[in-house]
């Protein structure tokens, strides 16, 4: 099994910063994308940002660009969201999930991880 563990979330004014962290564990052969995902109040869960096994940026949210940089360590299977100048509207639950392959041969499956409140005052 693969378990996803995020911190890093908490009550933040608008224009300040947060880190998410997210450490994938359990029987992990290679990881290939990681992403943030987040769900605001009374809304749809939507993408924020993805990066590839290579580390490379995929996509950002276009309410995110600029603000908010995705990154991972693939020697601690972790990937990143650093928020800098938040603003009220990026209050939200966000969760990681990453593609997991658990066997060398299988296909990768995706987790999810429980999920972060981030929340920003005005």
């Known amino acids: 099994q693969v378990q996803l563990v995020e911190s890093g979330g908490g009550l933040v004014q608008a224009g300040g910063s947060l880190r998410l962290s997210c450490a994938a564990s359990?029987?992990?052969?290679?990881?290939?994308?990681m992403g943030w995902y987040r769900q605001p109040p009374g809304k749809q869960r939507e993408l924020v940002a993805t990066?590839?096994?290579?580390?490379?940026?995929?996509y950002y949210a276009d309410s995110v660009k600029g603000r908010f940089t995705i990154s991972r360590d693939n020697a601690k299977n972790t990937v990143y969201l650093q928020m800098n100048s938040l603003k009220a509207e990026d209050t939200a639950v966000y969760y990681c999930?990453?593609?997991?392959?658990?066997?060398?041969?299988?296909?990768?499956?995706?987790?999810w991880g429980q999920g972060t409140q981030v929340t920003v005052s005005s």
């Open positions: 990066v590839t096994s290579g580390g490379r940026t995929d």
């Open positions: 999930n990453a593609d997991v392959k658990t066997l060398r041969w299988s296909s990768p499956g995706r987790y």
């Open positions: 359990g029987t992990i052969f290679s990881i290939n994308a």
